[in-house]
Structures are given as structure tokens and as C-alpha cells.
């Protein structure tokens, strides 16, 4: 595993997104894993700069959202397909008709979980997934004790990654209390991993998932198994982390061959 610390939320975003770039620059149909939430949004933010300086086309590119609520009406504005409509496709430039999200409105669920894990394996697989983290080491809607050979499914969300999403509807009552979401096995089929993290109300989960033992109990972990996995945080989601000064050095020292920041830049 990676780990990038940097002083910023903006830094974090702009070095996960180079990553991200990297990765089109090398393959243009490349098929992208989406995240939702406040994390990933700065990476989003820089891509479509990168898209409207013309340092990077994204036609081709194909994308699969992690998750959707249960319930909700796809054109309810937190519904991920608006979410996702929203803060990536029409800022990135990314083709709609390329774009995917579960279907949580679907009559059968788990014929639709099963479609969905069906249409990444057609795609040839995820090259890159944006991944945030919940509080409670949720990646994805995978909750605790979520096993890491899970597939897409439903699931029912915790009572804390209900009330940390409360902010985004009128009532907490009104937070769906299920959800479809890929699994932690299909999250460690994508051949890179990119997770962001900031803010100090992260730092207990970034150190569990980076230096605690690998657990059921913080879903994150599962990216300890990873042989691609990169975890960019900043400065306070960085707080608890033991290893720190080795993280800091071991990234001014990457040989020339591990750097990508440049790429994709006007």
C-alpha cells in the first residue's frame, strides 16, 4: 500500500487525480470505479480542469458508481444517479450513456445486483476506483463485518453512515436504510486503487485501515490486499498514523519510473 500524506484537502485532490489521468493517458476507454461523498469531489473538480485545458480527453472513458440508495427515485437530487449525474459526469465531460450506477429502484434487487456485477466483468473490469472512506471504515455501503469475498448486494447501512449522511436530506428520517452496493471482493478486482481521505474526524479510520490488522471490522483494510492500492490523506486524516515520517519519505524518494503527477497537464 501507498500512502501519500499531504498539507492540504486540495493537494489530496489534485495528486489522486493525476493518478486517475495517468491511468486515461495510458488507456483512453478506460473504465473508472466512482465514488460519491465530499472526499472524492476535489479529484472530480481537477479532472474536469484537465478535460476543459484540453490536457485530457475523457470520451471514450467508461464509468461503474459503487453504490446506490434503496428507494429512492432515480431523479431524487441524492439519489448517486443525480449525484453522480451531478458532481461527475456533466463537470468531467464523461459520456452519459457510459456511465453506470446500480439500480436501487430495480422490483428485483438482487437479479439487478447480480446485472450489475455482470456489466463490470463485460466492461473487461474497473482499471482505476476512486474510493472514500466512512468514519466507521466503510468503503462502498460495506458496512462492518462485511465479508471481503462480497459481490454487489444489498445491504443494510449502520446507524452512524445514516446520521454522517443525514446532512445531505431535509430530516434524518428521510436516509434510506438500505442500499446496493459492490462488494469488497469486486472493489479488489479493480486493478488500481486510489483512496482520499481528509479532515480529523477520518484519522481513527485511516490508521485502522492502513496500519491496523486486516478486519472485518474496518472494511477498508481489505486494501492491505491489494497490490496496487494508494491512499492519498491529508495532514489531519493523517493524525494517528504511526508510520507517518517512513510514508512521507518513502514518497520524496520514488524512483522516476513511480511518478505521475505531471501527467496529463497542459
Known amino acids: 500500500m501507498q500512502v501519500v500524506i499531504l498539507p492540504t484537502a486540495a493537494e489530496v485532490g489534485r495528486i489522486a487525480a493525476a493518478k486517475v489521468a495517468s491511468v486515461i493517458q495510458r488507456r483512453p476507454d478506460a473504465v473508472l470505479g466512482l465514488a460519491t461523498g465530499s472526499s472524492p469531489l476535489a479529484i472530480y473538480a481537477d479532472l474536469a480542469e484537465r478535460v476543459r485545458s484540453g490536457a485530457l480527453r475523457v470520451d471514450a472513458v467508461r464509468a461503474f458508481a459503487l453504490d446506490e440508495y434503496v428507494g429512492l427515485p432515480l431523479d431524487h437530487p441524492e439519489s448517486y444517479h443525480s449525484v453522480i449525474r451531478r458532481t461527475v459526469t456533466k463537470p468531467v465531460g464523461l459520456a452519459p450513456g457510459l456511465v453506470h450506477v446500480p439500480d436501487g429502484a430495480a422490483a428485483d434487487l438482487d437479479a439487478a445486483a447480480a446485472d450489475y456485477e455482470t456489466a463490470i ?20 455501503f460495506n458496512e462492518p463485518t ?32 438500505h442500499c446496493v452496493t459492490q462488494g ?32 472485518s471490522m474496518c472494511p477498508g483494510s481489505a486494501l492491505q490486499l491489494h497490490p496496487h492500492a494508494m491512499v492519498v490523506v491529508d495532514e489531519a486524516a493523517a493524525a494517528r498514523l504511526e508510520m ?19 501527467q496529463g497537464r497542459a
Open 121 to 140: 466483468r463485460d466492461a473487461g473490469g474497473v482499471d482505476v476506483q476512486i474510493l472514500g472512506i466512512g468514519a466507521n471504515g466503510h468503503i462502498g
Open 146 to 177: 462485511s465479508s471481503f469475498a462480497s459481490r454487489t448486494r444489498i445491504k443494510t447501512l449502520a446507524p452512524r453512515t445514516r446520521a454522517d449522511n443525514a446532512r445531505f436530506f431535509a430530516s434524518p428520517d428521510d436516509v434510506p436504510r
Open 184 to 215: 469488497l471482493g469486486t472493489i479488489l478486482d479493480a486493478r488500481e486503487l486510489v483512496l482520499v481521505a481528509t479532515g480529523p474526524a477520518k484519522a481513527d479510520a485511516v490508521h485502522a485501515m492502513v496500519e491496523g490488522p486486516l478486519s
Open 244 to 262: 507517518a515520517e517512513y510514508y512521507r519519505y518513502t514518497h520524496a524518494n520514488r524512483p522516476a519510473w513511480q511518478r505521475f503527477e505531471d
